[in-house]
Every structure is written in structure tokens, then in C-alpha cells.
């Protein structure tokens, strides 16, 4: 197998991979469905409450549910 062969077959399973895999990072972009309806930052729906919490009092001086109305941390496997 010569090198002009391996870059082609290189080259076709990165237009595979393009065309047809996934973006690590768009599979993020659509996790994010958490947001704070104050400042509309948006968080990984992974996003543990504690954290939700610090946003609410350090940015906006407000409680957990004023912000995040309706959010429900899923349980911890």
C-alpha cells in the first residue's frame, strides 16, 4: 500500500466521518436545556443543583427556583 493510497482512504473516511458522525461538540450544544430565565445563560442538563444555586445567588442574588423555575435534578445513578 502505497502512501497515495493510505491518504486517499484517509481522506475518504474523513468525508464519512463529516458527512455523517456526530460533532462532539453539537451533541453539547443540544445537551444545554437549562436556562436561567434572568440572564438566558444555558447549562448542561448533567448540571447538579449546587451549581444552579451559586449562579442564582452570586450572579442574581436570587433563589434557585426564581431563576430556574421547575428544574428537577435527576437522580445520581
Known sequence: MGNGQKAQMRRE??????????SQLKVNEAAKN?????????FLCTIRSKNLEEHATNK????LLECF???VETPKK
Open 13 to 22: 473516511r474523513n468525508a464519512k466521518d463529516a458527512a455523517g458522525g456526530k
Open 34 to 42: 437549562i436556562i436561567c430565565t434572568i440572564c438566558r445563560q444555558t
Open 60 to 63: 442574581h442574588g436570587k433563589a
Open 69 to 71: 423555575p421547575g428544574f
